[in-house]
């Protein structure tokens, strides 16, 4: 690499501030990307696009992060919606519904 271009990229890489972006890239650009690369993959999106990113995200976050017991619960929760319960359905102690209402630390 040269010395003129190992500057200009460390001036593009770390010097750069506030709005002055390596890359100018919109969202409806990364959108379209990533709709060409599932059809191209032949992954069905059904109009999802980029959403199924924060849902990834936040499955793999709760793996990271949940206790045991808030796993067990979350399971319990997604069968009661499956079967069209509502999702604190079969709770019955005071321990139960405490866990249901506890947030992720």
Known sequence: MSTDFAKQLHNHLVLRCGENY???VTANTIRSGVRRACLKAGIEQNGRGCH???HD????RFEE???EEQKEM????LENRLK???ADHGLITVEQ???YREPLR
């Open 84 to 86: 069209d319960r509502k």
């Open 57 to 60: 995200y936040a499955r793999r």
């Open 22 to 24: 390596l890359v100018s």
């Open 74 to 77: 979350m399971s319990r929760i």
């Open 97 to 99: 519904h405490q866990l």
């Open 52 to 54: 199924g990113f924060r």
């Open 65 to 67: 992060l949940a206790s």
